[in-house]
């Protein structure tokens, strides 16, 4: 199936999308990866910050992008903002490499939509409480994630599962 929310084949990104995301400048992601290739510092800096590589889905030509990561046993969940396109290329060429704590994986990726990513976007958001805050993703009075906040948001976010090999 298609993406998150249905809205990721041809979104059109509005106000309320533009206000929400941060888009960093090269210069940061070239110093996060970096960072996280450099002995001592991607234990410190790879704490939640994963390096994903992929292969473009016409040129094949590899691409590596820091991003935020949960991880559950085997299972990395990522997240990126569906007008950020790198996460189409893994709906032909799911086969990744991650780089988490400084140690490589390989992994099998799958974009999630409905139900399923809106559990796993749950998931993410109650583990990583920086993202969901990020995200405006409230909390309610008993501690739980308002649910009309995670729906507005998995609106504009994409959501991508990996399977970790072996």
Same mark, same amino acid.
């Given at each position: 199936?298609?993406?998150?929310?249905?809205?990721?084949?041809?979104?059109?990104?509005?106000?309320?999308?533009?206000?929400?995301?941060?888009?960093?400048?090269?210069?940061?992601?070239?110093?996060?990866?970096?960072?996280?290739?450099?002995?001592?510092?991607?234990?410190?800096?790879?704490?939640?910050?994963?390096?994903?590589?992929?292969?473009?889905?016409?040129?094949?030509?590899?691409?590596?992008?820091?991003?935020?990561?949960?991880?559950?046993?085997?299972?990395?969940?990522?997240?990126?903002? $569906?007008?950020?396109?790198?996460?189409?290329? @893994?709906? !032909?060429?799911?086969? &990744?490499?991650?780089? =988490? /704590? *400084?140690?490589?994986?390989?992994?099998?990726?799958?974009?999630?939509?409905?139900?399923?990513?809106?559990?796993?976007?749950?998931?993410?958001?109650?583990?990583?409480?920086?993202?969901?805050?990020?995200?405006?993703?409230?909390?309610?009075?008993?501690?739980?994630? $308002?649910?009309?906040?995670?729906?507005?948001? @998995?609106? !504009?976010?994409?959501? &991508?599962?990996?399977? =970790? /090999? *072996?």
């Amino acid at each position: 199936g298609g993406p998150a929310g249905g809205a990721h084949g041809g979104a059109t990104v509005t106000a309320r999308t533009l206000r929400r995301v941060f888009t960093p400048p090269g210069w940061l992601n070239a110093l996060t990866t970096l960072a996280l290739r450099t002995p001592g510092l991607q234990r410190l800096v790879g704490r939640k910050t994963a390096l994903l590589t992929f292969a473009g889905r016409r040129t094949g030509r590899t691409y590596t992008t820091p991003l935020t990561y949960m991880r559950s046993g085997s299972r990395v969940l990522v997240t990126g903002h $569906v007008s950020r396109t790198w996460w189409r290329n @893994l709906t !032909d060429r799911p086969r &990744v490499d991650l780089r =988490l /704590a *400084g140690r490589p994986h390989a992994g099998l990726a799958a974009v999630l939509d409905g139900a399923e990513a809106a559990a796993a976007l749950t998931e993410f958001y109650t583990r990583l409480p920086m993202a969901a805050r990020a995200a405006r993703v409230g909390r309610a009075a008993d501690g739980r994630l $308002v649910a009309a906040d995670v729906e507005a948001a @998995l609106a !504009d976010t994409v959501v &991508v599962a990996i399977e =970790l /090999a *072996g």
